[in-house]
């Protein structure tokens, strides 16, 4: 039983196209987060929600727009998609948004923009 | 601003060859720390959670120990397996759930 799942796990894109990643969890979390791992390997939080309500959102462009439509998925859309989205896409949850949860995170989506 | 750094940048070691990796953080006010395990390919798994400095944490080959300025992940006679980079990752008190990440330690264990 996969806990975390993700699709696509491969995205290979021209720039300017808009396109959306999915995240689902069977874990019965409540708090769903994006996280993005770029070429250095530096994973850095994106969005994190809460029972469908957005509670982190760094600074990420406005092409960028998470949803979350129950509080077992959160999808990511991209729109106008640049060469530098290109990196690793995780998706992670935990039981709650309560500090120090343990994270579970799904398989990654690797975005090549090209 | 609050940062983590790992250190070394990649690790090569014999099987059975026991060694360290560091983890430091400068932080206004340090809520936990997390250790992650991420092979080629695969998200991030989870493997400890330390709370207060002098805390241990044991797992197999591994045991993770935390001070006021760093931790460590100390790793007793490893084996090929446990080739993998693993990642540090704290949450500041500051910054609610939000985990900070290190930049990771590649370990390499030769057979």
């Known amino acids: 039983d996969t806990a975390v799942s993700q699709t696509p796990k491969y995205l290979v894109t021209q720039m300017g196209n808009d396109k959306s990643i999915k995240c689902e969890q069977n874990l019965g979390h409540d708090t769903m987060y994006w996280y993005k791992q770029d070429s250095k390997k530096f994973l850095k939080i994106m969005f994190s929600y809460n029972n469908k309500e957005l509670i982190i959102n760094e600074t990420v462009p406005n092409r960028f727009s998470p949803k979350s439509p129950d509080k077992a998925h959160l999808n990511l859309h991209i729109n106008s998609l640049e060469l530098g989205d290109s990196a690793v896409y995780f998706c992670?949850?935990?039981?709650?948004?309560?500090?120090?949860?343990?994270?579970?995170f799904g398989p990654g989506t690797r975005l090549l923009v090209l | 601003e609050d940062q983590v750094t790992q250190s070394p940048e990649a690790l090569r070691l014999q099987e059975g060859e026991s060694s360290s990796l560091n983890c430091s953080y400068t932080v206004s006010g340090l809520r936990g720390l997390f250790w992650y395990r991420q092979d080629p390919g695969k998200g991030p798994e989870f493997l400890f959670t330390l709370y207060s400095a002098g805390e241990e944490k044991e797992k197999e080959r591994l045991k993770a120990t935390l001070t006021k300025k760093e931790s460590f992940l100390h790793i007793t006679a490893p084996k090929p397996e446990d080739s993998a980079t693993y990642l540090c990752?704290?949450?500041?008190?500051?910054?609610?759930?939000?985990?900070?990440f290190g930049q990771g330690t590649r370990l390499t264990i030769n057979p």
């Open positions: 990752a704290v949450q500041f008190i500051q910054g609610a759930q939000k985990l900070v």
């Open positions: 992670a949850s935990s039981h709650s948004s309560v500090p120090l949860e343990t994270q579970y």
